[in-house]
């Protein structure tokens, strides 16, 4: 875990408060994992954990969606202002080495870490499954790296008129990545579980502290008790209780 102080060199709306915000320099991260990213001195007392969408060469990039003060501030972040950051936190998503066929579902917000997952999964064929209300966004950036992308809307807007759950069929894969709303989770675990596919999720809860001090972000599994931050946020889907 490092903590600097880094020049953001993009930050802009890509969808309805929806935001990609990119700071320059050197980073590692495994896909999955998150930062927290501060653009304040005071207030608000925490940081925001927010999600690794993709690590390059020369800069680290995030996608945040607005829904607080600490977004309200973090969109207005100027490229060439800086920010501060603290990070890899979490464990990420496991990569295997095996030849197999993956799906990556994804709902909303959720969609922000597959992008360097889909570009880990150079051996297998993946298809993703992204779900939105009413419009997809960052899924051109993964076309290179996956084989299919399914989409779906809840105002059928773009592809089909529902929920991503009502297209994707897990006995066609192999294994399962995860990550957006718990009740989309909540029902794709239980459709991997019913075909026997395994499947992680990365979970999302309300964080503190980002490293496991504070037990804010405690989920429930079926080993008890344990911290999004520390402990996940990725675990497996048949470890989790919903």
Not at 100 to 116: D, H, Q, R, T, Y
Not at 208 to 214: D, L, S, T
Request: hydrophobic share 35%; aromatic share 10%; proline share 4%.
């Amino acid at each position: 875990m490092k903590y600097s102080e880094e020049l953001v060199i993009e930050n802009l709306e890509i969808a309805n408060n929806i935001y990609k915000i990119s700071v320059q320099g050197s980073f590692s991260a495994v896909p999955g994992q998150f930062y927290l990213l501060r653009a304040w001195d005071k207030e608000p007392v925490l940081s925001r954990p927010i999600s690794v969408h993709e690590v390059c060469q020369d800069k680290i990039s995030f996608i945040y969606q607005v829904v607080g003060k600490g977004t309200e501030i973090l969109k207005k972040v100027k490229v060439g202002e800086y920010i501060q950051i603290t990070g890899a936190l979490g464990n990420g998503f496991p990569v295997f080495e095996a030849k197999e066929k993956i799906a990556l579902v994804a709902g909303g917000i959720g969609v922000a870490p597959m992008l360097e997952l889909s570009k880990k999964l150079t051996h297998c064929s993946v298809d993703l499954f992204g779900g939105f209300r009413d419009q997809s966004y960052l899924l051109e950036s993964m076309a290179p790296y996956v084989d299919n992308i399914m989409i779906s809307t809840e105002n059928g807007s773009e592809g089909h008129k529902g929920y991503i759950t009502e297209i994707f069929d897990p006995s066609k894969y192999d294994k399962v990545y995860c990550c957006g709303p718990e009740v989309m989770m909540n029902k794709v675990v239980k459709q991997c579980l019913e075909k026997n596919i395994t499947v992680w999720v990365s979970t999302e809860k309300h964080m503190a502290c980002g490293v496991g001090a504070c037990l804010v972000c405690t989920c429930s599994t079926k080993n008890g008790n344990k911290r999004s931050c520390k402990d996940g946020p990725v675990f497996l889907g048949e470890d989790l209780v919903f």
